[in-house]
C-alpha cells in the first residue's frame, strides 16, 4: 500500500494544531451554540412564533439592535477621534488617557452600569444638570445607549490605533503638494485607508452592545415594553423556567448577530478591495 | 523656473540638518543632491517643497526670483515624488494620477473629459498604457514610482522633486528607470532636483551634482568637474573608490614624481584603482615593490590588491583581464606600482 504525504513543511505540527483548534473551538463555542439550536428545534413552529415575535420581545430587539446600532456608530466616531489623538499628539498624561481606553474591557461591568446610573440619576453629577434641560438619561433608552457606548470604546480605540501609527505621512505630504486641502486630504486620503479598521472596530464594538447585560441592567430600569434588552428578557424567562422560550429568543438574537457580523464582513472586503490580491 | 536657496538652516533638536546652506539651480536643469545618509540632502529637498520650514531667522527660498518661503505646500506648485511612492492604496492608477486635478476649487478644475484627456496623456508618458484601472498594490516597484510621477506632474508643477526616486527598487530596474528619467527630462525640460546618496547614479543622469556634507554643500558642478576635479578629501572619497597613500614613500620608490615636502600637509596622495599602473618585478623596473594579496576576477575589470612593501599598506588597482594576461601577473607575486596620476589636496600639489 503506498502512502501519499504531503510534502513536508518547515513548520511542524499542523495536523495537531489544527486537531486543537477544532476541539478547542467546538467545547467553547460551538457546542453550546448548538444546544441552543436543539433546545429550541423540539418547540412546535407556534410555540417558536410565540416565543420570539410577541410584542414584548419585538420591543426589545428594537431597542437592543437599535441601541447597539447607535452605540456601534457614535464609538466609531469618537473612537477614531480618540485614536487619532492617542497617535498623533505627544502631550503630558498621554500614557494615564491610553490606560483608560482599557477601564470598559476591564471593569466589571455591573460596577459600570451602577456608576453611570448613579451619576445620569436625577440627582447624579451629571443628571442633575440634565435634568432641568428635560433630558432624561437614567432608566430610559438613552441609558441604555450610553451604557453600550462605554463598554464599545475601547474595541474601536484599540483596532484603530495599530493602524493608524502605520499609515504613512508621507500620504498626507503627498496630498498636501498635489494642492489637497486638509479636509480633503482627511475625508480622500486618511479615511478611506482607515476604512477597513473603523468597520472592524465598529463590529466588534456593535457584538459586544448586543451581548452586554451587566452594565445595561441597572441603568435602564427594565421596563417592559420600553427599556427591556433581549439579553434580559431571555435572563427573565430562564428565572421564570421558561427554558424552550429563553433558547428560542437566544436562537433568534444568535442568528441576527451572525447575520450582521455577516454582513459587516462583506463590507470590509470590499473596503479592502485595494489591498494585495 | 530655477530655484534659489539662500542661508538655509534647520536643526532637528540639537542635530544640525542644514547649516547656512546656499544653492542655485538653474532653470530647466536636472541637479542631483548627493551626499551620504545624515548630510541634510532630504532635508533641503523638503524645504524647497514647503514640506518641511527652515529654522526661524534664516534664508530664503526663491523660485525664479520670487520668495516663496512662507508659501504652503501646496501652492509652491511643485511635484513630489517619494523614495515609498505614497500612492493612494484606495485609488486605482487613473485616480491616484487625477488626485491633483480633482482635488482643485470648482472654478479652476478641468471638467471630466479634460481630466480624463490630461490622465491617459499622462499614462502614456510613464509608459502605463492599459494599466489605468490597476491598483497600486497590482504594480511592480517601477512602475508605482512611474505612476508617482505622472501624478506628481499632473498638477503641471514648475519645480519636479523627487527625494531618492530609485532607492527602493533592485539594481537593474533601478539603472532601467534612472535612463528613462533622463530621457524625459530632454523632453519636457522642467527644473529637477532629485536626492541620491548613489554616486554612479547622480553621474550618470545630472546636469549639475550638488555634494552634500555634514550639513553642508562640498562643491557644486557637472559631473565631470566633480569627478576629476574635487575639491576636497571627502567628495575624492565619496566619488568612488580611492587609494590614500603616503606621497613621501611612493615618490622614493619612484612610483612618481616627488612633491616638495611641506609644513602641515596631510601628506597624503589620493589615487583611484584604476589609475594604478602595475608591472611585473624585474632588473631595472622602478616603482614601489608590492606583493599580490587578492585578484578578483569575475566583472570587466580585474581587480587586485596588493601590499607595498615598504609601508604595509595596501592598493586597490583596476586594469582590464587581457592586460592582466599580458603582464602574467597572478597571486602573490611580486610587482612595481606605479601612478598614472594622483590628487592632493596640499596647496598647488598635484601630479
Request: aromatic residues 8%; proline residues 5%.
Amino acid at each position: 500500500m503506498s502512502s501519499v504525504r504531503a510534502p513536508r513543511s518547515i513548520l511542524p505540527g499542523f495536523g495537531l494544531s489544527l486537531g486543537f483548534t477544532l476541539t478547542y473551538l467546538s467545547l467553547i463555542v460551538l457546542i453550546p451554540l448548538a444546544a441552543a439550536f436543539i433546545k429550541t428545534a423540539g418547540m412546535s413552529w407556534a410555540d417558536f412564533v410565540s416565543a420570539v415575535a410577541s410584542p414584548r420581545v419585538l420591543a426589545s430587539y428594537r431597542l437592543s439592535f437599535g441601541a447597539s446600532l447607535a452605540a456601534g456608530l457614535v464609538n466609531a466616531a469618537f473612537g477614531l477621534l480618540v485614536a487619532w489623538v492617542l497617535v498623533r499628539y505627544s502631550f503630558p498624561g498621554r500614557r494615564v488617557v491610553d490606560a483608560l481606553v482599557d477601564l470598559p474591557f476591564a471593569l466589571p461591568t455591573a460596577v459600570a452600569g451602577i456608576a453611570l446610573t448613579a451619576i445620569y440619576a436625577k440627582n447624579g453629577w451629571v443628571g442633575q444638570w440634565l435634568e432641568p434641560a428635560g433630558i432624561k438619561v437614567a432608566y430610559t433608552q438613552l441609558g441604555v445607549f450610553v451604557a453600550l457606548t462605554f463598554i464599545g470604546l475601547p474595541f474601536v480605540v484599540r483596532t484603530l490605533q495599530p493602524v493608524l501609527q502605520e499609515l504613512e505621512p508621507e500620504l498626507e505630504e503627498a496630498s498636501a503638494c498635489l494642492g489637497a486641502n486638509r479636509w480633503q486630504t482627511i475625508t480622500r486620503v486618511i479615511l478611506p485607508e482607515l476604512l477597513p479598521a473603523l468597520l472592524t472596530g465598529f463590529a466588534l464594538a456593535f457584538a459586544r452592545a448586543l451581548g452586554e447585560y451587566g452594565s445595561v441592567v441597572f441603568i435602564s430600569g427594565n421596563m417592559p415594553m420600553r427599556t427591556e434588552i433581549t439579553p434580559l428578557l431571555i435572563m427573565t424567562k430562564l428565572e421564570q423556567y421558561d427554558y424552550h422560550g429563553a433558547t428560542a429568543i437566544a436562537v433568534v438574537l444568535l442568528i441576527a448577530s451572525f447575520s450582521t457580523l455577516l454582513l459587516i464582513n462583506l463590507l470590509q472586503k470590499w473596503s479592502r478591495r485595494f489591498h494585495r490580491v | 523656473m530655477s530655484i534659489q536657496v539662500s542661508n538655509i538652516r534647520k536643526k532637528f533638536g540639537s542635530f544640525t540638518a542644514l547649516d547656512g546652506v546656499d544653492l542655485h539651480v538653474p532653470r530647466g536643469k536636472l541637479v542631483a543632491l548627493l551626499g551620504p545618509s545624515g548630510s541634510g540632502k532630504t532635508t533641503l529637498l523638503r524645504i524647497i517643497a514647503g514640506l518641511e520650514h527652515a529654522d526661524p531667522g534664516s534664508g530664503k527660498i526663491l523660485f525664479h526670483g520670487e520668495d516663496v518661503t512662507d508659501v504652503s505646500a501646496g501652492r509652491r506648485k511643485v511635484g513630489f515624488v517619494f523614495q515609498h511612492y505614497a500612492l493612494f492604496r484606495h485609488m486605482t492608477v487613473f485616480e491616484n494620477i487625477a488626485f491633483g486635478l480633482k482635488v482643485r476649487s470648482r472654478r479652476e478644475r478641468p471638467n471630466r473629459s479634460e481630466i480624463a484627456d490630461r490622465v491617459q496623456k499622462l499614462i502614456k508618458l510613464v509608459q502605463l498604457e492599459g494599466l489605468d484601472a490597476r491598483y497600486p498594490t497590482q504594480l511592480s516597484g517601477g512602475q508605482r514610482q512611474r505612476v508617482a510621477l505622472a501624478r506628481a506632474l499632473a498638477v503641471e508643477p514648475k519645480v519636479l522633486l523627487l527625494d531618492e526616486p530609485f532607492g527602493a527598487l533592485d539594481a537593474k530596474v533601478r539603472k532601467e528607470l534612472r535612463r528613462w528619467l533622463r530621457r524625459f527630462h530632454e523632453e519636457i525640460h522642467l527644473t529637477t532636483v532629485f536626492v541620491t546618496h548613489d554616486q554612479e547614479e547622480a553621474l550618470e543622469i545630472a546636469d549639475e551634482v550638488v555634494i552634500m556634507n555634514q550639513a553642508k554643500v562640498e562643491q557644486v558642478g557637472t559631473p565631470q568637474e566633480v569627478y576629476d576635479r574635487p575639491a576636497s578629501p571627502f567628495v575624492y572619497q565619496f566619488l568612488g573608490n580611492v587609494n590614500m597613500l603616503r606621497a613621501q614613500a611612493l615618490a622614493h620608490a619612484g612610483a612618481h614624481p616627488a612633491p616638495a615636502a611641506r609644513e602641515g600637509s596631510d601628506g597624503l596622495i589620493y589615487v583611484r584603482p584604476h589609475d594604478i599602473e602595475l608591472v611585473p618585478d624585474s632588473p631595472g623596473a622602478f616603482g614601489a615593490l608590492a606583493v599580490v594579496r587578492y585578484l578578483h576576477m569575475a566583472g570587466p575589470q580585474a581587480r587586485l590588491t596588493v601590499e607595498l612593501v615598504q609601508t604595509r599598506e595596501t592598493v586597490e588597482a583596476e586594469i582590464s583581464r587581457p592586460q592582466l594576461t599580458a603582464l602574467g601577473i597572478g597571486l602573490n607575486d611580486i610587482v612595481r606600482v606605479r601612478l598614472r596620476q594622483g590628487h592632493s589636496f596640499d596647496e598647488d600639489y598635484a601630479i
